[in-house]
């Protein structure tokens, strides 16, 4: 499963020594977080591809080039947002409340793995793997609408159109797989780079959550 954390009350840390200790910190766990991401990529992309290739040649499904798939828009641009007219300590407050809010309420509707959804669903055609999908993207689709509603300081725009866009290219993915019907190999291509989608969505919101720590000077 995909683990969030959001933002909410942080001690900031102000020593130089603490601060570069939590810096190395940092670039310890990324390397670790990447590494085994890698490994679930790589383990994804080999039972996905054995679940297609038995699906096309005891189906004889169709094979299918993403033209052919229906694209759900995936890159937002700061027209697409709601940016404050003035920014002060008080607006960027409201902003972080909001934002963990929809953040903790994205957490706690995520739906499970749906790459192992996708291959049980291949085998079995269970509708209740088929609906974890679902339930993914309408848990995406809602997250997008809700960020692109709320009013963003214009120093947080530019990190916030990042989180909009990450998520949207997660949107875009778990969409080609839930079309594992009528294009099982964008299905399954989709799926091997869900992970990866997964990550991103998470290096948005780190940057996000940086920014909130240690926010520009502003009456």
């Known amino acids: 499963g995909v683990y969030l954390w959001w933002l909410g009350n942080r001690t900031v840390l102000t020593e130089a020594q603490k601060a570069e200790e939590a810096r190395q910190l940092e670039i310890k766990q990324a390397q670790e977080a990447r590494r085994r991401m890698e490994e679930q990529i790589r383990a994804v992309s080999t039972s996905t591809r054995a679940a297609i290739t038995n699906a096309i040649a005891t189906k004889k499904a169709p094979l299918a080039t993403l033209q052919n798939s229906e694209i759900i828009k995936s890159q937002y ?95 875009q993915i778990i969409y080609n797989m839930s079309q594992v019907d009528r294009e099982p190999l964008i299905a399954t291509e989709s799926a091997d780079r869900r992970q990866k989608a997964y990550y991103l969505v998470l290096t948005a919101i780190g940057a996000l959550d940086r920014y909130l720590q240690n926010p520009p000077t502003t009456s």
């Open 77 to 171: 641009t700061l027209d697409d947002i709601k940016i404050a007219e003035k920014e002060t300590v008080t607006t960027r407050e409201v902003y972080k409340n909001k934002l963990k809010n929809v953040l903790t309420t994205f957490s706690n509707n995520l739906s499970g793995d749906e790459t192992g959804a996708l291959v049980a669903y291949m085998e079995n055609h269970a509708p209740e793997e088929f609906q974890i999908i679902l339930n993914s993207k309408t848990n995406l689709d809602n997250t997008i609408k809700a960020l692109t509603g709320m009013l963003v300081p214009a120093s947080a725009s530019f990190l916030h159109i990042q989180l909009v866009n990450s998520l949207a290219s997660l949107r």
